[in-house]
């Protein structure tokens, strides 16, 4: 560490304040634009599916145990449980899977 | 102050506070090798809220970055919050009051996004506060732990516990993906399009977040050219799915 820890702090915190807070107060109005509106749209769906995969698969123990909780979160998903009882089931059987496989 | 809001964040927020719990633990160590006190790593969890670009930042500070090099890549780790910024930001109904704009961007995570942008009609802030109290406290006590406690927990649990993050991320995508054939295509593209650049030679060392906010760049941005919504998504016609009982 060569710089002063609390000056690290302070920019790490206010740029990334920054950048979740300036689209959000500076944009007001309702976007009338029919492609930024659909790209808003369908930007969750791809940023939170680019996220999930292969992180999933290289976030546990072995890619088989990750491969086997993707398989079941996406069935209980598609089934319509919830945020909780999906997630929690993810872990035990990504936990299972990596005693197993 | 909506109380039933405010309870329902509360209760959709504690599995992204227990994993939130998990992965900054990990995060903890890695605040350690860079130096950083417990108390340190706490405030720096609490301000930043971002698993990548604290990851980064504390190798960063670890190898003695300077001051402009930390400001450029925390802007680049976390850019997808830009692209999350402005789709909220046309969620908000016109009545609320702009503070509530402030405080609702403190804590705006790749998951309290997600549950926010995934209820029907316009975002109820107090349902946000309600996930960040829960959240908040999660993610940075987490981190303080991991620096104290170094390797405390088995590695098959923290990786276990870190999956339950994943879990909620399908939770909220494939729901949406049923009713919806366009967002069960780019679903699916956008997996294997993850999956090859995660893979490919030179495109994956790219860093995650940078390839992230590539591909939802292009992903989102050919399906909005080629395959904008049938029906227009405003929250009025999602209050009226609601009523219909779908499963929003």
Same mark, same amino acid.
């Given at each position: 560490?060569?710089?002063?820890?609390?000056?690290?702090?302070?920019?790490?915190?206010?740029?990334?304040?920054?950048?979740?807070?300036? /689209?959000?107060?500076?944009?007001?109005? /309702? #976007?009338?634009?029919?492609?930024?509106?659909?790209?808003?749209?369908?930007?969750?769906?791809?940023?939170?599916?680019?996220?999930?995969? /292969?992180? #999933?698969?290289?976030?546990?123990?072995?890619?088989?145990?990750?491969?086997?909780?993707?398989?079941?979160?996406?069935?209980?998903?598609?089934?319509?449980?919830?945020?909780? /009882?999906?997630?929690?089931?993810?872990?035990? #059987?990504?936990?299972?899977?990596?005693?197993?496989? | 102050?909506?109380?039933?809001? $405010?309870?329902?964040?509360?209760?959709?927020?504690?599995?992204?506070?227990?994993?939130? =719990?998990?992965?900054?633990?990990?995060?903890?160590?890695?605040?350690?090798?860079?130096?950083?006190?417990?108390?340190?790593? $706490?405030?720096?969890?609490?301000?930043?809220?971002?698993?990548?670009?604290?990851?980064?930042?504390?190798? =960063?500070?670890?190898?003695?970055?300077?001051?402009?090099?930390?400001? =450029?890549?925390? +802007? *680049?780790?976390?850019?997808?919050?830009?692209?999350?910024?402005?789709?909220?930001?046309?969620?908000?109904?016109?009545?609320?009051?702009?503070?509530?704009?402030?405080?609702?961007?403190?804590?705006?995570?790749?998951?309290?996004?997600?549950?926010?942008?995934?209820?029907?009609?316009?975002?109820?802030?107090?349902?946000?506060?309600?996930? $960040?109290?829960?959240? =908040? %406290?999660?993610?940075?006590?987490?981190?303080?732990?991991?620096? +104290?406690?170094?390797?405390?927990? %088995?590695?098959?649990? &923290?990786?276990?516990?870190? &999956?339950?993050?994943?879990?909620?991320?399908?939770?909220?995508?494939? %729901?949406?993906?049923?009713?919806?054939?366009? &967002?069960?295509?780019?679903?699916?593209?956008?997996?294997?399009?993850?999956?090859?650049?995660?893979?490919?030679? &030179?495109?994956?060392?790219?860093?995650?977040?940078?390839?992230?906010?590539?591909?939802?760049?292009?992903?989102?941005? *050919?399906?909005?050219?080629?395959? %904008?919504?049938?029906?227009?998504?405003?929250?009025?016609?999602?209050?009226?799915?609601?009523?219909?009982?779908?499963?929003?």
């Amino acid at each position: 560490m060569s710089g002063n820890i609390y000056i690290y702090i302070a920019i790490v915190a206010i740029t990334s304040y920054l950048i979740r807070v300036l /689209p959000l107060t500076l944009i007001r109005k /309702p #976007i009338k634009n029919r492609f930024i509106r659909s790209f808003l749209y369908y930007v969750p769906y791809v940023t939170l599916a680019v996220m999930t995969f /292969p992180a #999933i698969i290289d976030a546990t123990a072995t890619p088989l145990a990750g491969a086997l909780a993707l398989i079941a979160g996406i069935f209980m998903a598609w089934k319509g449980l919830g945020l909780f /009882p999906v997630a929690i089931a993810c872990c035990i #059987i990504a936990y299972l899977g990596g005693l197993i496989f | 102050m909506d109380t039933k809001a $405010f309870r329902e964040g509360f209760r959709d927020g504690i599995p992204i506070g227990l994993g939130y =719990l998990a992965v900054s633990f990990s995060l903890g160590i890695s605040a350690k090798q860079a130096g950083l006190t417990p108390l340190q790593g $706490f405030v720096t969890s609490f301000l930043e809220n971002a698993s990548a670009g604290e990851y980064i930042a504390f190798t =960063l500070i670890g190898a003695g970055a300077t001051y402009i090099e930390l400001c =450029l890549m925390t +802007i *680049i780790a976390n850019a997808r919050y830009l692209l999350m910024s402005c789709a909220m930001s046309q969620r908000f109904s016109p009545d609320t009051p702009m503070i509530h704009r402030f405080l609702v961007a403190f804590d705006l995570t790749d998951e309290l996004f997600g549950i926010a942008i995934g209820r029907p009609g316009y975002l109820n802030p107090y349902y946000s506060y309600g996930a $960040f109290l829960v959240a =908040l %406290p999660g993610w940075s006590i987490g981190t303080a732990a991991g620096v +104290i406690a170094g390797n405390l927990l %088995p590695g098959d649990i &923290v990786k276990a516990l870190s &999956v339950s993050l994943f879990g909620m991320f399908l939770a909220i995508i494939i %729901p949406p993906a049923r009713k919806d054939k366009v &967002v069960l295509v780019l679903i699916i593209i956008s997996f294997a399009a993850s999956y090859l650049c995660s893979r490919l030679p &030179v495109i994956r060392d790219i860093s995650s977040g940078t390839r992230t906010i590539i591909l939802t760049l292009i992903i989102a941005g *050919i399906a909005a050219w080629r395959f %904008p919504p049938q029906t227009e998504i405003t929250p009025e016609n999602a209050d009226a799915q609601k009523e219909q009982g779908a499963d929003v």
